[in-house]
């Protein structure tokens, strides 16, 4: 355990800051798969006779253990350093693929669950945050360009997952033996990819410094505040909890299409003239991941030229648009629905890559990891509610002898209105009070006349 150790890790004098956003990257690259997930659901349901709800449910827990294992992980991560958090992240996750292959291959759904939801899950929630205080403090001056890099890559794990999965699913089969191939392939694939980025990743020394203008002259981008607030005194702020919201609503909308995007673009144009195929659908999760990835770092570095707030704003505002113009269009327009889904799951995307640079603008850089950690709790409930709000009204739908569009139009209008909220709980934000200030470290200038956050700008 001493390799892993934080101290293990500082980066020598000259090493260049640019090898961490790869490292980062080779862990979000592999826990990305979870975006995947629809691509198994239609030969899960076929091969162990399970509902569209019942088949979301190892999803549906990853999310949920995402959330909490950041949460609870954050402060561990922070004071273990980002390599232990990925060697944790590397054999949970890979692991979690050889108990669902285990659960495949015996046909016991319960084992699927427990495997790729729950341990797994835990993969994914240490693997998420475990690069991102790191980034932040090698790129203080760019922190949402950085942590978009990185970021962006969960959003494309599913670009590569997809068709790789549905290859594998082809070449070995789609009853349950072929699972369980295809999840014992990828689990071994992952473990060894994973290692990369925990041998690579390096933290800065306590006197490193950016390129640029020495400490305490004016910078073109410097940090928009210097203030020092704890993960518990942050948990105590009205600015936290409407962050948690706003992402939670942001998470929602997006990613109640992307669970169910195989089968939904399917169902959605079944009657009409041009049907959109098993291997199209595949296309168009791609399609998505490719969205999510792009607007991770395009709307993330966005956020650094206009701000945090005004960037959520787009998210939230446009998001629900796009909505609105789905709902309407029905099965009209297939080329209007993707790209209206393109751009909801690019905000979809952008709103994880800007969350942890907008928790720096309001709470500092002090335990911003764990901080973000506790904010992802609010991605656990959005895992649960996009899933659930779609698939749910789906199969009512079903039942009640409905198809195409109709399945699907009451949950978009649902997400229509958890925008809004997003939008409303965005416009309360304001500047974190200083009675919630840590004193400011030995040496470091004080907080107190640092400028407004930009991301707290009206």
Not at 64 to 72: D, E, I, R, T, Y
Not at 109 to 121: A, E, H, P, R, S
Not at 160 to 174: E, F, K, N, V, Y
Not at 185 to 192: F, H, I, K, R
Request: aromatic share 10%; proline share 7%; charged share 10%.
């Amino acid at each position: 355990m001493l390799a892993l150790a934080r101290s293990r890790s500082v980066a020598p004098p000259g090493w260049s800051r640019w090898l961490v956003p790869p490292a980062a990257l080779s862990i979000h690259l592999a826990i990305g798969q979870a975006y995947a997930w629809s691509v198994f659901k239609p030969p899960l349901e076929s091969s162990l006779h399970l509902s569209g709800t019942a088949s979301a449910l190892p999803f549906q827990l990853a999310i949920v253990m995402l959330g909490l294992s950041a949460a609870f992980g954050g402060t561990l991560v922070e004071r273990n350093g980002p390599r232990w958090a990925m060697c944790v992240s590397a054999v949970c996750f890979s692991a979690g693929f050889l108990v669902a292959a285990l659960g495949a291959a015996t046909g016991r759904y319960t084992l699927i669950v427990l495997g790729y939801g729950f341990l797994g899950g835990i993969g994914l929630g240490i693997g998420y945050i475990s690069p991102v205080s790191t980034l932040i403090k090698w790129f203080p001056d760019r922190p949402g360009m950085a942590t978009g890099i990185a970021i962006m890559g969960f959003g494309g794990g599913a670009l590569i997952a997809s068709p790789w999965s549905a290859q594998l699913l082809a070449g070995l089969g789609s009853d349950t033996s072929g699972i369980a191939g295809t999840f014992l392939v990828m689990g071994l694939s992952y473990a060894v990819f994973m290692t990369l980025g925990v041998l690579l990743v390096r933290v800065p020394a306590d006197d490193w410094r950016p390129p640029g203008p020495a400490p305490g002259t004016p910078a073109a981008r410097a940090l928009v505040t210097t203030a020092r607030v704890s993960a518990r005194s942050a948990l105590r702020t009205p600015q936290f909890w409407c962050l948690w919201v706003i992402l939670c609503m942001n998470v929602t909308a997006g990613i109640g299409i992307l669970e169910k995007a195989a089968p939904m673009i399917s169902d959605f144009f079944a009657h009409t003239a041009s049907p959109v195929s098993a291997s199209a659908a595949a296309g168009f999760v791609g399609m998505l991941s490719l969205a999510n990835m792009l607007g991770r770092i395009v709307w993330s570095s966005a956020s650094d030229l206009v701000g945090r707030k005004n960037i959520y704003r787009l998210y939230l505002g446009v998001g629900a648009l796009m909505y609105l113009l789905i709902a309407l269009a029905g099965d009209s327009s297939k080329p209007l629905f993707i790209a209206c889904a393109v751009v909801i799951l690019s905000f979809y995307g952008g709103g994880f890559a800007t969350v942890p640079a907008y928790l720096t603008d309001l709470f500092g850089t002090y335990q911003v990891g764990a901080i973000h950690g506790r904010l992802l709790t609010a991605w656990s409930t959005a895992g649960i509610l996009g899933p659930l709000i779609v698939n749910a009204v789906a199969d009512a739908g079903k039942s009640a002898g409905r198809s195409g569009p109709e399945l699907y139009t009451t949950s978009f209008f649902i997400m229509i209105g958890l925008l809004a909220v997003g939008f409303a709980a965005n416009e309360l934000i304001r500047p974190v009070h200083p009675r919630h200030h840590e004193p400011p470290a030995p040496g470091a200038r004080s907080a107190a006349g640092t400028a407004t956050p930009k991301g707290a700008e009206q």
